[in-house]
Antibody
Framework: EVQLVQSGAEVKKPGESLRISCQGS????????ISWVRQIPGKGLEWMGT????????NYSPSSQGHVTISADKSVSTAYLQWSSLKTSDTAIYYCARHQRSVAPFDCWGQGTLVTVSS | DIQMTQSPSSLSASVGDRVTITCQASQDISNYLNWYQQKPGKAPNLLIY???NLETGVPSRFSGSGSGTDFTFTISSLQPEDIATYYCQQYDDIPLTFGGGTKVEIK
């Protein structure tokens, strides 16, 4: 069974760092790209960026560029989303999703990771 | 960025009704348009890709049509388990963008 399993919910303070993860299983991890999608609770979906786990090539949305880092470790079939300094406005649910090419339908999604940033 | 305008933002219909949602792109995106269903508390799920292709395992009451800038998503006979928010998404150009969503409720 194809699955993307994300790390658990996090509660952080402004200015703290954080890395959340997304582990793929049931398929060849390096043959699909991984995107990260953000959703403020009760609101819509926002694409943040994508990575090719085979060579770690990344592409970011303008609003995410410089604020988050997307990475991957193909040896453990895991993609990551990282912040060096969180803001309260980063409070959201973060989903990872796989797709066959750099731009393609998202055919499998992780279960989501709730990140709460509060002082 | 390509803007995706989805309407209506919410709708209420009876079981068995035909439900239609529209999505308009701010520029020509050919058929690079997907539809996702998101049930409360769950991750989105791909229903339709390339504007009109039904994802494997998705019931045939769901369908999509359109090309260029104007797209339509239809549920031919609304079922109780279809209660969800539906999103369109373009993948013609980066940044990938989603419509604002349509919340479907049972009347």
């Amino acid at each position: 069974e194809v699955q993307l399993v994300q790390s658990g919910a996090e509660v952080k303070k402004p200015g703290e760092s954080l890395r959340i993860s997304c582990q793929g299983s049931g398929y060849s991890f390096t043959t699909y790209w991984i995107s990260w999608v953000r959703q403020i609770p009760g609101k819509g979906l926002e694409w943040m960026g994508t990575i090719d786990p085979d060579d770690s090539y990344t592409n970011y949305s303008p609003s995410s560029q410089g604020h988050v880092t997307i990475s991957a470790d193909k040896s453990v079939s895991t993609a990551y989303l990282q912040w060096s300094s969180l803001k309260t406005s980063d409070t959201a649910i973060y989903y990872c999703a796989r797709h066959q090419r750099s731009v393609a339908p998202f055919d499998c999604w992780g279960q989501g990771t709730l990140v709460t940033v509060s002082s | 960025d390509i803007q995706m305008t989805q309407s209506p933002s919410s709708l209420s219909a009876s079981v068995g009704d035909r439900v239609t949602i529209t999505c308009q792109a701010s520029q020509d995106i050919s058929n690079y348009l997907n539809w996702y269903q998101q049930k409360p508390g769950k991750a989105p799920n791909l229903l339709i890709y390339d504007a009109s292709n039904l994802e494997t395992g998705v019931p045939s009451r769901f369908s999509g049509s359109g090309s260029g800038t104007d797209f339509t998503f239809t549920i031919s006979s609304l079922q109780p388990e279809d209660i969800a928010t539906y999103y369109c998404q373009q993948y013609d150009d980066i940044p990938l963008t989603f419509g604002g969503g349509t919340k479907v409720e049972i009347k």
